[in-house]
């Protein structure tokens, strides 16, 4: 996906391709500068320690999306400004927290899809508690490393990886099935 390219949006995708997406259940906040993100999922679990998250969002995002299961606590923020400006940086799609970010305003004038339940200025501990690249569950949605999430005003819809990864092959840049692909049963 280009950078002027924007993703189907979640409710024509789920009118395409209905049961095989997983929608969440969850209300987040568009805090971001991009509402309409999509791309193959990374995960963090953490709790009050967004150590990970840094680490990982200054590596090469190549249009990927960081799901971040933060147990939905608002007593820190998991992710501010400067990490988030570090996500645009190396090439990340979005983020998605199940927890707090920081650093709103900064952090909606950046052009990254941001999710998140609220914010909190308090810092984070950095003592890199935590697990990458594990499934994440939260909002009735299993989140895989290698699946698929698009997200937009409406809400965040998920392919399992075992899904996409068999999907991928016929897929456009926005993840549905080019119209006369073969499909794989």
């Known amino acids: 996906m280009t950078e002027h390219t924007q ?10 391709r209905g049961d095989a997406l997983d929608s969440v259940s969850l209300q987040f906040q568009d805090l971001g500068g991009a509402t309409r993100f999509a791309g193959p999922i990374r995960t963090i679990r953490c709790h009050r320690d967004n150590a990970l998250v840094k680490q990982l969002l200054n590596t090469p995002g190549e249009g990927a999306v960081l799901v971040v299961d933060g147990a939905r606590s608002l007593e820190s923020a998991l992710m501010g400004d400067m990490i988030a400006e570090s996500a645009v940086a190396n090439g990340w799609a979005g983020v998605i927290i199940n927890g707090a970010i920081r650093d709103r305003a900064a952090i909606a004038e950046l052009r990254l899809g941001v999710k998140a339940l609220g914010s909190n200025p308090r810092k984070s501990a950095k003592d890199g508690a935590g697990e990458i690249d594990v499934p994440v569950s939260f909002g009735g949605v299993t989140f895989e490393p290698g699946g698929r999430l698009w997200a937009d005003e409406d809400g965040i819809l998920v392919e399992p990886a075992s899904t996409a990864s068999a999907h991928s092959s016929t897929a456009r840049a926005d993840g549905v099935t080019a119209p006369g692909a073969p499909t794989r049963g």
């Open 7 to 16: 993703p189907q949006p979640t409710a024509d995708l789920y009118d395409e």
